[in-house]
């Protein structure tokens, strides 16, 4: 079998696996998200933290709540990072320092989980545990939290109530993560990832010396962290070490677990507004962008592009042999076009072109299908622009679900657009003004690749690295430290603002002016919105840096 017929395999399988959960698994979720009953452990949550689970909440309400959760967490996780050394399990580890901690912090928070530092040789397993993947689940509930809110904003008329943060990260947490991830994690164990509280294992090299090999709960925090759309990795390496991802099914397992939550919600937005016709829609946006993604990033590699790759016949640099260019290829596509950023290859390693791809599905907003929630609501972001602008075309006032599309709300989607390439445009052109944009082994044009995918990563809290840059000192860890928080929690308020005009609204009736929102010609203009916004945008900067080295 050649190394294409198995990356079409690889892919067909993966999309008929996600096609055979849409529905059931979508449903599973809006019964979760839209139910009242609550179960025994979730009425004593609420009792714990003194929330009334039928009180509901205007938006600032709601965004006021996600805001100190997110804050409580980060001081928590930046204050476990600085006592590890005198925790249980912390293997000996120094704390970590201030400046690697905070970003570590805001990393986690913000569901980015960029790594500035090597895993198995900084953070103790307790750390790890009770720290790194507790922010998995919470930071992945936050995003799903806010689409759902969102969508209540659509389905919703003439109130200010958008639900109740408690209960959703509540439901979120124990009736849709929880399970599937301890589901996944034994299917992973099986599949040979590593689960023990072990400080290490001492084994021979090929040269004859001896290497210690950290141990620890990987199963668990892995299964999380591509469940979550997290990335953050037990060890340096990645999904490319063996104890996370050992053998090709883990692989496609670890993919599928990427696209699960982010490929289903639509299906969730479809319930929720009474028809799964723009559940389809929406999922039918996310498909195409994401095929399409997928088979450019595996021709650019496959076809090895380059000097040296066309020498030896393939682009293996930087790739495990295990999983061969087509999956490292498509590993690096779903984790980008997601808020994943997990990596089982080098993107660094890419060809120009190639990685080029993983920059531009970041810098797509990460909505083909995004993060768990934040692609969902950043599509729906879009499809509201796509509303309004062929409103423009035909002189009337652009609808979306019955609800018409003003100035205050095209003033909060423009807003929630324009953050990410402010925060990425901004923090690469200061990292050359101050002299921080240096590299181990690259100038030229790769070397600006570098750093714009370094903060295209941090603003769309994806968490990916190019790699080449040392990013560990105060500077770097401070810059893109900012960079998440911002490009986190700015677009989320202007999220549940919008979610809060739409509520107010009565609903206004279909005319025969009312452009169909679930019909093909709609979905085309999502895509062509989506890609025109992301070449005005960017091109400049990619002609300079990707571009530039590929011709």
């Excluded at 423009?392 to 953050?419: C, D, H, N, Q, W």
Aim: glycine residues 12%.
């Amino acid at each position: 079998m050649t190394m294409t017929t198995a990356g079409v395999i690889f892919i067909v399988t993966l999309v008929a696996a996600l096609v055979a959960v849409y529905k059931p698994f979508g449903d599973y979720m809006f019964r979760a998200v839209a139910g009242t009953k609550q179960s025994r452990v979730e009425r004593g949550i609420f009792r714990l933290i003194g929330v009334n689970p039928a009180a509901e909440q205007t938006w600032g309400v709601y965004a006021r709540s996600v805001l100190a959760f997110s804050a409580v967490s980060l001081l928590f996780l930046y204050l476990f990072q600085r006592v590890q050394n005198h925790l249980w399990l912390s293997l000996g580890f120094d704390p970590v320092v201030p400046h690697g901690a905070w970003n570590t912090a805001v990393s986690f928070v913000t569901n980015t989980n960029w790594q500035s530092y090597s895993g198995e040789s900084t953070m103790g397993h307790l750390v790890q545990m009770a720290g790194l993947a507790v922010q998995n689940f919470v930071s992945a509930a936050v995003g799903i939290a806010v689409a759902v809110a969102l969508v209540r904003g659509f389905a919703r008329s003439r109130t200010g109530q958008l639900g109740n943060f408690w209960v959703d990260l509540t439901r979120i947490v124990l009736r849709i993560l929880l399970p599937i991830a301890v589901l996944g994690a034994i299917a992973l164990m099986i599949g040979g990832v590593v689960q023990n509280l072990s400080g290490g294992t001492d084994v021979s090299t090929l040269t004859g010396g001896t290497q210690t090999i950290t141990g620890g709960p990987v199963a668990s925090q892995e299964v999380i962290k591509e469940l979550g759309t997290n990335g953050g990795g037990f060890y340096n390496v990645n999904s490319a070490h063996p104890f996370e991802n050992p053998t090709s099914w883990t692989n496609w397992l670890e993919i599928f677990l990427i696209f699960l939550i982010p490929f289903s919600l639509p299906r969730v937005f479809g319930r929720m507004v009474g028809q799964n016709r723009q559940g389809y829609a929406i999922a039918a946006v996310m498909g195409i962008l994401a095929f399409i993604s997928v088979v450019i990033t595996n021709v650019f590699e496959l076809a090895g592009h380059g000097t040296v790759p066309q020498a030896v016949g393939a682009a293996l640099e930087g790739k495990e042999v295990r999983f061969d260019v087509s999956n490292s290829a498509t590993f690096a596509a779903a984790t980008t076009l997601t808020s994943t950023g997990a990596v089982n290859s080098f993107h660094d390693s890419f060809t120009s072109l190639g990685g080029m791809m993983t920059m531009v599905n970041m810098m797509l907003g990460e909505v083909a299908p995004g993060g768990t929630g934040s692609g969902l609501y950043g599509l729906l972001i879009l499809a509201v622009i796509t509303v309004f602008v062929a409103g423009l075309m035909v002189g009337r006032t652009p609808e979306y679900l019955g609800k018409k599309i003003g100035s205050r709300e095209i003033k909060f989607a423009s807003l929630y657009f324009l953050i990410t390439p402010i925060l990425v445009l901004t923090g690469t052109a200061a990292a050359f003004a101050t002299g921080n944009n240096s590299t181990a082994l690259n100038v030229g044009p790769h070397g600006l690749s570098e750093v714009l995918y370094a903060f295209t990563s941090a603003s769309n809290n994806n968490g990916s690295a190019f790699g080449g840059i040392t990013v560990n000192t105060t500077w770097w860890d401070t810059a893109l430290g900012l960079c998440m928080l911002l490009g986190r929690f700015l677009p989320l308020i202007f999220v549940l603002a919008l979610a809060g005009s739409l509520a107010r609204q009565a609903p206004t009736p279909a005319s025969e002016g009312t452009l169909p929102t679930h019909r093909p010609l709609f979905i085309g203009m999502v895509v062509g919105v989506t890609v025109v916004l992301v070449a005005l945008t960017f091109l400049p900067a990619l002609a300079l840096g990707p571009l530039a080295e590929g011709l």
